[in-house]
């Protein structure tokens, strides 16, 4: 599957804290008119960025993807206004998750875990314009989640540790994805 790559540094789990990040190539570069984004988490706080897109001097295009008092929010503007959707359930502190994002023109789908939600970003583009990278559990400037990802792939594209083009704070779980968990994927980000 095209989600299975752990995300793991010297054979572990990467630890965000608020003010950790990872930051990656953007493999698309600027335009995109469709994206995937998954993730395998798990928080010990409720409050945080996931995931975000960097932005270009031309555009302010942007998605991200974080945690607001424990529930997870999909937010992205297309250069005509920004659109959100937000799970109404809480995600279980120090519980394995799992997140799916498409975004297809206009239309969002948000999935975490079993529950799904829409978003349609207002205005006539369809096209998510953003810059050459993107960042994983925060972002500078930017409060991060407190928790850890195990796996995350971006259109398709397994992501690894060797992908990061830079680094903040970083530290390791001590625990992994159960073996035994329906969240368990074949590769880790290491």
Same mark, same amino acid.
């Given at each position: 599957?095209?989600?299975?790559?752990?995300?793991?540094?010297?054979?572990?789990?990467?630890?965000?804290?608020?003010?950790?990040?990872?930051? $990656?190539?953007?493999?698309?570069?600027? /335009? *995109?008119?469709?994206?995937?984004?998954?993730?395998? $988490?798990?928080?010990?706080?409720?409050?945080?960025?996931?995931?975000?897109? !960097?932005? /270009?001097?031309?555009?302010?295009?942007?998605? *991200?993807?974080?945690?607001?008092?424990?529930?997870?929010?999909?937010?992205?503007?297309?250069?005509?206004?920004?659109?959100?959707?937000?799970?109404?359930? /809480?995600?279980?502190? !120090? !519980?394995?998750? $799992?997140?799916?994002?498409?975004?297809?023109? &206009?239309?969002?789908?948000?999935?975490?875990?079993?529950?799904?939600?829409?978003?349609?970003?207002?205005?006539?583009?369809?096209?998510?314009?953003?810059?050459?990278? $993107?960042?994983?559990?925060?972002?500078?400037?930017?409060?991060?989640?407190?928790?850890?990802?195990?796996?995350?792939?971006?259109?398709?594209?397994?992501? /690894?540790?060797?992908?990061?083009?830079?680094?903040?704070?970083?530290?390791?779980? !001590?625990?992994?994805?159960?073996?035994?968990?329906?969240? *368990?994927?074949?590769?880790?980000? &290491?």
């Amino acid at each position: 599957q095209w989600y299975q790559r752990r995300v793991r540094g010297n054979g572990q789990t990467p630890r965000f804290n608020e003010n950790s990040f990872l930051k $990656f190539r953007n493999p698309e570069h600027n /335009t *995109k008119d469709n994206l995937m984004l998954s993730l395998v $988490f798990k928080v010990s706080d409720g409050s945080g960025l996931l995931f975000s897109t !960097e932005s /270009t001097t031309q555009h302010a295009d942007y998605m *991200k993807l974080g945690l607001d008092q424990g529930r997870v929010y999909l937010e992205y503007d297309l250069g005509a206004g920004s659109a959100r959707v937000r799970c109404p359930r /809480t995600v279980d502190e !120090e !519980e394995w998750h $799992f997140v799916h994002v498409t975004l297809r023109g &206009k239309h969002a789908i948000l999935r975490v875990d079993r529950w799904a939600g829409e978003a349609v970003s207002p205005g006539q583009r369809n096209v998510l314009d953003v810059g050459s990278h $993107f960042y994983l559990g925060g972002a500078p400037g930017e409060a991060g989640m407190s928790g850890c990802v195990e796996s995350m792939a971006v259109n398709d594209e397994p992501l /690894t540790m060797s992908d990061t083009v830079a680094s903040s704070n970083i530290n390791y779980c !001590e625990e992994n994805v159960p073996e035994t968990s329906i969240y *368990k994927l074949r590769y880790r980000l &290491k």
